[in-house]
């Protein structure tokens, strides 16, 4: 069963960047897809980008695509996402989520995740 602990939070102005990590200590890290989710101050949770366990093949959500990176270290059992010329809009809590192993499909909805850290805020300031 993974457990997951996102890091790398913080507080930065427009244009900056920020690289968050989540670690897995769960025993088939190298078999989910991860995902990354966020939630801005009073909306839902929101899909964000997501790496797969079998290809290393990445998606992501609407418009984040250029500016966020998702990768992932088997070895380390981390999971990253690089996000660059960040803005006020991207102020949200961040989650790191993991699919069942062997996952199959394209999953970007929460409903596909079972496992989730607790959170890693981020504060972007204009």
């Known amino acids: 069963q993974a457990q997951l602990v996102e890091s790398g939070g913080g507080s930065v102005q427009t244009g900056g960047s920020l690289r968050l990590s989540c670690v897995d200590s769960?025993?088939?890290?190298?078999?989910?897809?991860m995902g990354w989710f966020r939630r801005p101050p009073g909306k839902p949770r929101e899909f964000v980008a997501a790496?797969?366990?079998?290809?290393?093949?990445?998606i992501y959500g609407e418009s984040l695509k250029g500016r966020f990176t998702v990768s992932r270290d088997n070895a380390k059992r981390v999971v990253y996402l690089q996000m660059n010329s960040l803005k006020p809009e991207d102020t949200a809590d961040y989650y790191c989520?993991?699919?069942?192993?062997?996952?199959?499909?394209?999953?970007?909805?929460?409903?596909?995740?079972?496992?989730w850290g607790p959170g890693t805020q981020v504060t972007v300031s204009s």
């Open positions: 989520a993991a699919t069942v192993p062997f996952a199959r499909g394209v999953p970007s909805r929460t409903t596909d995740y079972p496992y």
């Open positions: 769960g025993r088939s890290f190298d078999a989910q897809t």
């Open positions: 790496v797969m366990w079998a290809d290393d093949s990445t």
